[in-house]
């Protein structure tokens, strides 16, 4: 079946410690895209990326890095400097269109606790 | 910029009652309009989308229709379920990346 893995879905980390979240997508999407979620909020784009090996900050990048060495994968670290890092993380991907942006295929999301 | 705007929720409404949720947008050009719905714990699936003016999405009962005289993109089903409390996204398509609404979340009691 082709769709988004995202892992893990769960994961707690200690105050200090980085944290790498996981996104492996098998529709041959060129773009993806990592949002943030906290409790009874809307969507925040952390970070998206167009093509292999390029990215652009979103919304609220501050504390987070990306890298897109494969077409299937765009995985988000959370470090240290991220100040409430604790959130429900939200990955997608889409067709690369000219102009405007195509529907977006979401994973099942990764919940981060921060002990 | 491009913007969307939705109503504040939670809407709460009775089994097979009929439901309305607002959404209405700035932009510029001719964007795509989508609704998302989001189950507890879970990602965000697409519910229906409408790619120009006069457009009307439809899935699973519900229905939205593109009007741009309005820039409005409004969500209806004429008979809600318990199954269909979720929280539920207006979005529209930008450059680049999609532009999403806060979200309006629905409870349906039997």
């Known amino acids: 079946d082709g769709g988004i893995t995202q892992s893990p879905k769960y994961l707690f980390r200690k105050e200090g410690q980085n944290v790498t979240l996981s996104c492996e997508q098998n529709?041959?999407?060129?773009?993806m895209y990592w949002y943030r979620q906290d409790p009874g909020q809307g969507l925040r784009l952390i970070y998206y990326?167009?093509?292999?090996?390029?990215?652009q900050k979103g919304d609220i990048a501050e504390g987070y890095s990306v890298s897109r060495e494969k077409k299937e994968s765009f995985p988000l670290t959370v470090t240290s400097a991220q100040k409430n890092p604790t959130a429900f993380y939200l990955c997608?991907?889409?067709?690369?269109?000219?102009?405007?942006?195509?529907?977006?295929?979401f994973g099942e999301g990764s919940r981060l606790t921060v002990l | 910029g491009n913007s969307v705007t939705q109503m504040e929720g939670p809407v709460t409404l009775s089994e097979e009652a009929f439901l309305t949720i607002n959404c209405t947008y700035t932009?510029?050009?001719?964007?795509?309009l989508f609704w998302y719905v989001q189950y507890p714990g879970e990602g965000l699936q697409l519910l229906l989308k409408?790619?120009?003016?006069?457009d009307k999405g439809s899935n699973k009962g519900f229905e939205a229709t593109y009007r741009k005289e309005t820039t409005s993109f409004h969500l209806e089903k004429g008979s809600v379920q318990v199954s269909d409390s979720a929280v539920y996204f207006c979005?529209?398509?930008?450059?680049?990346?999609?532009?999403f609404g806060t979200g309006t979340r629905l409870l349906v009691s039997p």
């Open positions: 997608a991907s889409s067709f690369r269109r000219e102009g405007y942006t195509g529907e977006l295929f």
């Open positions: 529709l041959n999407h060129d773009a």
């Open positions: 990326s167009q093509i292999v090996n390029d990215f």
């Open positions: 932009a510029t050009g001719y964007p795509s």
């Open positions: 409408a790619t120009k003016a006069d």
């Open positions: 979005a529209l398509s930008g450059f680049q990346k999609l532009v």
